[in-house]
């Protein structure tokens, strides 16, 4: 155990481990299914893994941070990708940027304080033709502009506030 | 009839999955009509489409479809008659994005259901397979691989004749062949097509090159970014096995195969070989030192072989059609079909595959209708991060390996990015640097340290703060990485920084010498600002501006206030009476 702060339930992934844990190669597969479980990769479920699979935290830790789907603290409500593919950037994906930057008043990476929204830019959705893009729980939106994008963010903030 | 939705990740992204939706709530009134779906048709600006089919013939092609169209394509449909959705049908000029191509990789993308083995099959799937293991001796598929001229359409070109054959000739019993669907080029979208479109066509290839090289273990390596593309190849997969087409003893024969997908994790760098192999073994995606090559010792230290989706989904035509169809198309020296994603400042964008020999002009302007909103062309981007911006003057360079080269920007995997004026030049060098930056995966320090020293000096030229000798800096430390850097990201890094001080030098001098971006992009070099004669006092910038940046009161001239703007354009682009000049 890493430190007595965190305290994730710890049985959620005996089923990934019991499948996963004695078959070589399969770490990435059992932090993809790990991340699935909880949202993110709590940092004591990191050393349970470690331990589970006869390795070591700083290596697991070194394959969480590798990647970028991985992600070491828990996202917002909703999880903006922002694309900054060739296209995006080429049809004014900072411009978009910025006004949601200044809208919710975080930074790329970071969740608003109501636990509401992450931005996150991402390398490529592969939805070039509907550039700029972004994508917000698997729902894509095209074509933006800056007033567009905010519109949108307004609307899902909407949305939260009726369902409380 | 038959009434076919387009359903590829850029599709439904338009709203197609709405419009199928819509239209299957609505069939059960309508007598004669079914309902299916297909993959991506590759002509991306008319999404969402729907196709109606009478029997294997294209009766009506409808673009930009909405949900509230449904019930009129329905009435359409039944009725046979097109007069009520006349408004609906693609235009003719649309057609010839397609007439204009010559398609052996994408051949069934966008006509068959890619859910469907049967589809496939009826479409002549699976007859090479058939082919190759009912006579064809491994030498025998090499030597047509050889002849075809086939080279790997990931990026680097190499023949696949001669990967196939050093797997091949590999000692071990145990061998493995892997298929890298990592796309990691922003702006290159090819690959996840065929997936979702026509998965079949990639396990037939892959097939294929399991029995040539003797490997009883496949392996697809698919971007976690693409979850439709790994819900599909999955379905295929199974199907596949259903039919023995995968398994033990495939089609009664002694030859036996597995295939898997391994789902990545997002890391550029992936895409290069033996770090693909180091992440399917589950480790951080870092290269390896070369020799000994994948060929003689890959995964778990096995001979194994790595081809692109692309290279794989033109084998099944080359063993049917055979190497001299192949090799009958292209320049003396690159064969075949490349495909291309079209992106950026283009009026008509999608995927677009035609023979080699074609030039840039015949892609951007035949096929792709020229720049959008009639602007002037400056450049296109080729190969992303790894290639470079081919400017005007060279836009009737023909599209080969060799040809591309000369330019210093290289075919790559086929994003062709277009710009306009609007772009600046230093500051797109300066966004793939971003790029190569983050993805550098740390292993040797040229690349770890010169991106990122190259990515500062790139910063500080689109900030108004660069320095005199910055260029030449600049183009020192690019020779010194491409000489230094481990592999094929680090080495091909500093092709965009390269190729753009090339053709667009006087860009970059007038960021240093005269703080000034000749495109009106860098935000720390242009303002905004409201010309008071123009502006009718209607204050719509006010009440849309993110940053509150603007004042003014109604039927008066309005002011930005300079220190709050964040320069994100909404003014210009909203101000109906062009009274916001970029300065």
Redesign the interface.
């Known amino acids: 155990m890493c430190c007595n702060h965190c305290k994730s339930d710890l049985t959620l992934i005996e089923g990934v481990l019991k499948e996963y844990a004695d078959q070589k190669g399969s770490l990435i597969t059992i932090l993809q299914k790990t991340q699935d479980i909880y949202g993110y990769l709590p940092i004591d479920v990191i050393y349970h893994i470690a331990e589970r699979t006869g390795s070591t935290p700083a290596r697991v830790l070194g394959v969480a941070t590798f990647y970028a789907q991985f992600r070491l603290q828990p996202i917002g409500k909703y999880l903006i990708m922002l694309c900054q593919g060739t296209a995006c950037h080429v049809n004014g994906s900072e411009r978009i940027e910025a006004a949601i930057k200044q809208e919710l008043g975080i930074e790329d990476g970071e969740t608003t304080a109501d636990g509401l929204f992450t931005l996150k830019n991402v390398a490529c959705l592969g939805c070039c033709s509907l550039s700029p893009v972004m994508m917000i729980n698997d729902e894509t939106y095209g074509s933006l502009t800056p007033d567009k994008a905010i519109g949108i963010l307004n609307e899902l903030r909407a949305k939260a506030e009726e369902s409380k | 009839m038959k009434v076919i939705v387009g359903q590829g ?2 599709g ?3 709203g197609a999955q709405k419009v199928y939706n819509a239209i299957e709530d609505k069939i059960s009134a309508f007598s004669g009509v079914t309902l299916g779906v297909t993959g991506c048709i590759g002509m ?2 008319l ?1 969402p489409i729907v196709d109606l089919y009478e029997g294997e013939e294209l009766f009506a092609r409808f673009v930009r479809v909405k949900a509230e169209d449904a019930e009129r394509i329905l009435n359409a449909a039944q009725a046979m008659c097109l007069d009520d959705v006349a408004d609906l049908l693609i235009e003719d000029e649309d057609k010839a994005f397609l007439s204009q191509q010559t398609r052996i990789a994408l051949r069934n993308c966008g006509i068959i259901d890619p859910t469907s083995i049967e589809a496939y099959i009826a479409a002549g799937g699976y007859e090479a397979i058939k082919k190759v293991l009912s006579g064809m001796t491994q030498e025998d598929v090499i030597e047509v691989i050889k002849v075809s001229g086939l080279a790997g359409r990931g990026g680097a070109g190499f023949p696949t004749w001669f990967k196939w054959n050093a797997a091949k000739e590999s000692k071990g019993d145990e061998k493995y062949l892997i298929c890298n669907a990592d ?7 090819m690959d ?1 097509a065929v997936i979702e479109s026509d998965p079949h066509t990639l396990i037939e290839g892959m097939l294929i090159g399991a029995y040539t090289i003797g490997a009883k273990e496949a392996v697809v390596y698919v971007r ?3 979850p439709l593309a790994i819900k599909r190849l999955q379905n295929a997969i199974d199907e596949a096995k259903a039919k023995n087409l995968l398994g033990k003893n495939i089609l009664g024969t002694d030859f036996s195969c597995e295939m898997r997908i ?7 760098v992936c895409g290069e070989e033996t770090a693909l192999i180091e ?7 870092m290269p390896r030192l070369k020799p000994p090559f994948p060929a003689q010792c890959g995964y ?1 230290q096995k001979p194994s072989n790595i081809n692109n989706v692309e290279t794989f989904a033109n084998v099944a035509w080359i063993i049917n059609n055979g190497g001299e169809a192949f090799a009958a198309m292209g320049t003396e020296n690159s064969k075949g079909t490349k495909v291309f ?1 079209l ?3 283009i009026k008509k ?2 995927l677009v595959e035609i023979p080699m020999g074609k030039t840039l002009r015949d892609v951007i302007y035949g096929i792709g209708g020229g720049i959008k909103n009639d602007a002037e062309f400056k450049a296109v ?1 080729m190969g ?1 991060p790894s290639g470079g911006c081919i400017p005007k003057e060279l836009l009737d360079t023909v599209i080969d390996y060799k040809a591309l080269g000369a330019t210093g920007a290289i075919m790559g995997s086929g ?1 062709m ?3 306009d004026s609007s ?1 600046c030049m230093p500051a ?1 060098a300066k ?2 640097l971003d ?1 190569t930056a983050k993805e550098s ?1 740390g292993k040797c320090v040229p690349c770890r340290i010169g991106t990122k020293r190259m990515l500062e000096i790139l910063t500080r030229i689109c900030n108004g703060e660069g320095k005199e000798g910055d260029i030449e800096l600049l183009e020192e430390l690019c020779l010194a990485i491409k000489d230094g850097a481990l592999c094929g990201l680090g080495q091909t890094a500093p092709n965009p920084v390269l190729t753009t001080i090339r053709y667009f030098r006087n860009e970059y001098e007038a960021h240093i010498n005269q703080k000034k971006c000749p495109a009106k992009e860098c ?1 720390n070099l242009i303002t905004y600002e409201i010309n008071s004669d123009k502006c009718k006092g209607c204050t719509l910038c006010a009440k ?1 501006c ?2 509150s940046a603007i004042s003014g009161e109604l039927k008066k001239a309005h002011v930005i206030d300079q220190s709050a703007c ?5 003014c210009v ?2 101000c109906k009476f062009g009274a916001i000049s970029t300065n």
């Open positions: 990740s850029c439904i992204a338009a991306c600006y999404e796309e990691g080029d922003p702006g290159a979208f996840r976690a970014e693409y391994k789902a990545g994790a997002g890391a550029f992440s399917l073994e589950g480790e951080r995606g778990w994603a992106t950026g400042k964008g999608g981007q992303g994003g990015v277009v710009m772009t797109m966004f793939f790029f995966c935000s849309k993110p940053a964040i320069k994100c354009g909404q682009t909203l």
